[in-house]
């Protein structure tokens, strides 16, 4: 696939528009339209926004970090930045898909790169039902939340909460309960990438939920239903001494 013709999108903050400016200085922008790579200056949260903005234009995007974390972004420099995408190694993604049903019958769905997250809306903690491929697993779970996180994003929220890190390869997604109340012991579980992740909000009227997909929230959900989107493929480009594959390996060694 062809990475001649590039892009350029940055995050607002002055750190990225200056790294924009000396970019756009030495090499073409093309536009997203007739680019074959998007490159992105920010952090990881700005690459998170760019792949759901660009995703119906199935373009391979290349990460340049500019923000704090940068786990889905290469190192920043101006020189090279031709020879560096034709040296890059490709990693594909494959989202979630999240279909949700709020309390007044209304269905929502989103996508998300790295995780599908329910949490209580109130000071009382949620009471969820958990159903694996229409089998009831939990029957109450007693939480502050609970999380649906992809191996691209294993490493995101999902590690905050003391979830597994997972390999891109495993085909792999991780069941991960936040602050579990009951079953105190219960720490979640790994599943196959092709299982359908059901949540039942226990008495939502008394004790409210909401879903947030990647970043977009929504409130007073009763019923959520997640799985893998395996016919979509986002296509992420990294330096071949800082892939993703390195990088989440990495991690696990990390004291």
Not at 89 to 98: D, F, G, N, R, S
Not at 195 to 218: C, G, H
Request: charged content about 25%; some cysteine; overall charge negative.
């Amino acid at each position: 696939m062809a990475r001649d013709k590039i892009t350029f999108m940055a995050s607002e903050t002055p750190e990225a528009n200056a790294a924009l400016k000396r970019l756009r200085g030495r090499y073409d922008d093309v536009g997203p339209e007739q680019a074959d790579v998007i490159v992105v200056l920010g952090g990881d949260g700005f690459m998170l926004s760019v792949l759901h903005k660009t995703r119906h234009l199935t373009r391979q995007i290349y990460g340049m970090n500019q923000g704090t974390v940068g786990f889905l972004m290469n190192s920043f420099s101006v020189k090279n930045l031709t020879e560096r995408l034709q040296a890059a190694k490709i990693t594909v993604v494959h989202p979630l898909e999240m279909m949700a049903m709020d309390a007044t019958g209304k269905e929502h769905r989103a996508m998300a790169i790295n995780e599908v997250s329910v949490f209580r809306e109130t000071r009382q903690a949620a009471k969820i039902r958990i159903s694996i491929d229409g089998q009831v697993r939990l029957e109450e779970l007693v939480c502050d939340g609970v999380l649906v996180a992809t191996p691209a994003g294993s490493t995101a929220y999902n590690l905050s909460a003391y979830g597994p890190i997972l390999p891109l390869e495993a085909d792999i997604l991780a069941l991960t309960p936040i602050s579990a109340f009951r079953p105190r012991r219960w720490r979640g579980a790994l599943l196959p990438s092709t299982a359908k992740i059901q949540f039942e909000v226990l008495n939502p009227a008394k004790r409210p939920v909401s879903v947030v997909a990647d970043n977009q929230e929504f409130r007073n959900v009763i019923q959520i239903e997640v799985v893998e989107d395996q016919a979509a493929e986002l296509h992420l480009l990294f330096d071949p001494e800082h892939n993703l594959e390195e990088r989440i390996l990495n991690e696990q060694f990390i004291p």
